[in-house]
């Protein structure tokens, strides 16, 4: 089944403690991301990588790493963890579809930073 | 700052009737368009996508794209209170990131 898997779903943490966030698609695309949803405020763009070795920041990447050492992985690394960090995370990864970039969205990782 | 415009909601419309829902984008350049669906505490799921003047059917979802006016439309007809959900419109241009909307909140009411 063609998938984009996030682990993981839920993570409660506290302040300063180092935590990854993996993200891994079957689909052999190219494109990945990582959002933040927070109420408000909609979907943010957090980092997008179009391919291996080559990633680029989103809308709100402080506090935020990320790798892409192998097509199909697209980790999220929150070094030091603070508070304003605690939201839900959607990895997504898509293709070109007729010239529209087609996003296919994993279930979500709900992080609480105490 | 490119931005996607969307009117909230909640917007309430009773079981069998047409919900319409609009979209407004700031940047001209934008080539593709994306309505997506989302469930409280689920991930969204692409209903579909546009990318020329005019409108585009699919079952009971149509979506209407005015590039002049910059505006997206998302119309489900015989609306069914499983369609209750956050409806997210997103544009981007050819590889760029998406962009989108905070959501309009629909409730089909039975």
Redesign the interface.
């Known amino acids: 089944e063609a998938q984009v898997t996030q682990n993981p779903r839920y993570l409660i943490t506290v302040t300063g403690k180092k935590l990854t966030v993996t993200c891994s698609q079957n689909m052999n695309h190219e ?1 990945m ?1 990582w959002y933040r949803q927070d109420p ?6 957090i980092y ?1 990588s ?1 391919n291996v070795e080559v990633t680029d920041k ?1 809308d709100v990447p402080e506090g935020y790493k990320v790798s892409r050492k192998e097509k199909r992985n697209f980790p999220l690394i929150l070094e030091s963890p603070s508070p304003n960090q605690t939201s839900l995370y ?1 990895c997504a990864s898509s293709f ?13 990782s709900r992080l609480t930073v105490l | 700052q490119k931005e996607v415009e969307q009117n909230s909601g909640p917007l309430s419309v009773p079981e069998g009737a047409i919900a319409s829902l609009n979209c407004t984008y700031s940047d001209r350049g934008s ?2 368009f ?1 309505w997506y669906r989302q469930y409280s ?6 209903i579909m ?1 546009i ?1 020329s003047n005019g409108d585009k059917e699919d079952g009971r979802f149509t979506a209407q794209l005015n590039k002049a006016s910059q505006y997206v439309s998302l119309l489900i007809r015989d609306s069914q209170p499983s369609d209750s959900a956050t409806y ?1 419109c997103a544009a ?1 241009s ?5 962009v ?4 309009t909140r629909l409730s089909v009411i039975a």
Request: hydrophobic share 35%.
């Open positions: 494109y991301s408000g405020l909609g979907l943010r763009q997008y179009m989103g959607f070109l579809l007729g010239g529209a970039n087609v996003l296919t969205f994993g279930a979500g | 080539q593709s994306f505490g689920k991930s969204p799921e692409l996508f990318y997210l981007n050819g590889n760029t990131p998406l989108f909307g905070k959501g």
